[in-house]
């Protein structure tokens, strides 16, 4: 069943076509990743379904129900949670503490709950930590809880950050270039909690420099060439695209 429904999306910056006529559709329990040499519109085309960066034209569906023109806040409250290419924790804040703050679309509390301490929010406050310390214990990184993310390495970083994204409890995770800065050890990591998140139900669409990561952990793969889809199919069938070779071989792909 298709949970996200992407329709001839276009985005212009001036006269630049970042993304144009793409579409394609993730399908529920799946990891499908967008690839592409630097500049094709990857990131862009994450902007645009997380409400980033509104549409210049096109449609997007999610669940069934129109996200285009909404705001990042309400996508993400309709099931849509993203992770960025430079990690953006709270330095100065513990592991848990940062996963925390990714409750904050479900939580009930308001100011004056925060402010008097109502039994309630402090209620709230008390699942909010166990449910976050469990996002830790399923990506493997509960012993780090009480650290500050600046002790932390980049890899178990990374690890924060999903657990993150994870609190808003999403039904697709967007992922973009998870594995940028890691070292080939903490890559494989990374692919194996991508795939444990996939296991857990949730849909994951990637954005990925890493083709190693991308070949061994995609159900499909879309392939952007200066904002356009020149290929969408299984990783094998994708090694063996002429004119995707061509486009790798010919083109800086940093």
């Not at 509960?142 to 924060?160: K, P, T």
């Amino acid at each position: 069943m298709t949970l996200l429904d992407i329709k001839d999306v276009n985005k212009h910056f001036g006269g630049l076509l970042a993304v144009s006529q793409v579409s394609f559709a993730v399908r529920r329990g799946m990891i499908k990743s967008v690839i592409g040499p630097n500049g094709a519109g990857k990131t862009t085309l994450f902007n645009l379904i997380a409400g980033n960066l509104p549409l210049g034209s096109g449609r997007i569906f999610f669940d069934d129900r129109p996200i285009h023109g909404l705001q990042p806040f309400q996508i993400a409250r309709r099931g849509i949670s993203r992770t960025f290419q430079n990690i953006k924790l709270f330095p100065g804040m513990t592991a848990l503490e940062n996963v925390m703050v990714g409750r904050h679309t479900r939580s009930r509390a308001g100011f004056l709950g925060g402010l008097f301490h109502f039994p309630a929010t402090r209620r709230e406050e008390e699942a909010i930590r166990e449910k976050s310390f469990a996002l830790l214990q399923l990506l493997d990184i509960s012993q780090h809880a009480d650290a500050e993310a600046a002790s932390l390495s980049f890899g178990q970083q990374r690890a924060v950050e999903f657990a993150r994204a994870l609190a808003s409890e999403p039904t697709l995770l967007l992922l973009d270039e998870p594995a940028a800065g890691l070292n080939i050890y903490e890559t494989a990591e990374i692919a194996r909690l991508i795939t444990k998140i996939r296991d857990q139900g949730i849909t994951v669409l990637l954005v990925e420099h890493d083709m190693s990561l991308v070949m061994d952990i995609s159900d499909e793969i879309v392939v952007l060439s200066f904002g356009q889809k020149i290929a969408e199919d299984i990783p094998s069938a994708i090694q063996q695209n002429r004119e995707v070779i061509q486009i790798y071989l010919g083109e800086a792909d940093a």
